[in-house]
């Protein structure tokens, strides 16, 4: 069985600082990880995605995230926030080989940016 | 590319009506379909999983009698909710995926607020 924790339902940053939210996943299998973002009312836009090429991948709006098997984790970064990343943010765990690529979901963290 | 829309973007129903949502691949032909709900300030939760001219497949505790799923063409995927009662109000998402690809494309949410 798959799973996601995200560590920290809620993280606040400045404009400006390092953004870090954390992901672990749990896959018997080589996962495909994901991570979106969701701004209210809205669906979900795809950040990135890892799927067993670079360890280091590079999304949209600066965002980039390093697979560590060692440490099954997929942390999400950007060097400096902007207010208009404030929204919720996913990682997401899929087992593409097995059950049609069903993904399941961490629970989710939200990114509050503090002028 | 790879755009999906969902309707309506928000309904309001009386208690015990049956309400119809529609998604739609507007620029692909999606082989699988997927149905989330999500209650507030919560993750994403799989419902069911739809092929293209076969029967959906229900996630553990979803009532395939109570949230009917149609998928009869390629391009769109219903969710009917029927006698929608109070608990059932959420934020419905779909989301879809061509075959061979392990990205699914998320449509914008469906708000159901059933009175």
């Known amino acids: 069985a798959q799973s996601v924790t995200q560590l920290g339902s809620h993280v606040s940053v400045s404009e400006g600082a390092l953004v870090l939210l954390r992901c672990n996943y749990s896959?018997?299998?080589?996962?495909?990880l994901f991570w979106y973002v969701q701004y209210p009312n809205q669906g979900l836009q795809l950040l990135l995605k890892?799927?067993?090429?670079?360890?280091l991948v590079k999304g949209i709006n600066g965002f980039e995230a390093e697979f560590k098997k060692s440490e099954t984790s997929f942390h999400l970064t950007k060097p400096s926030a902007h207010m208009s990343d404030a929204a919720e943010y996913f990682c997401?765990?899929?087992?593409?080989?097995?059950?049609?690529?069903?993904?399941?979901f961490g629970k989710g963290t939200k990114l509050s940016v503090k002028p | 590319g790879a755009v999906v829309s969902q309707h309506p973007s928000w309904v309001i129903c009386k208690s015990g009506t049956s309400v119809k949502i529609e998604c739609r691949s507007l620029?692909?032909?999606?082989?699988?379909m997927f149905w989330y709900r999500q209650f507030p300030k919560q993750s994403l939760m799989l419902m069911a999983t739809?092929?293209?001219?076969?029967?959906?497949?229900?996630e553990q505790g979803v009532e395939k009698d109570k949230f009917l799923i149609n998928h009869a063409s390629l391009t769109l995927s219903t969710l009917t909710v029927t006698s929608a009662h109070p608990e059932d109000s959420s934020f419905y998402i779909c989301?879809?995926?061509?075959?061979?690809?392990?990205?699914?494309?998320f449509g914008p949410g469906t708000r159901l607020t059933v009175l």
């Open positions: 989301s879809a995926r061509v075959g061979g690809l392990n990205e699914q494309f």
């Open positions: 896959s018997s299998v080589p996962p495909y």
């Open positions: 890892y799927t067993s090429a670079a360890t």
């Open positions: 997401a765990v899929s087992d593409w080989g097995g059950s049609q690529g069903n993904l399941i």
């Open positions: 620029d692909f032909q999606a082989t699988t």
């Open positions: 739809s092929n293209e001219g076969s029967k959906a497949t229900y």
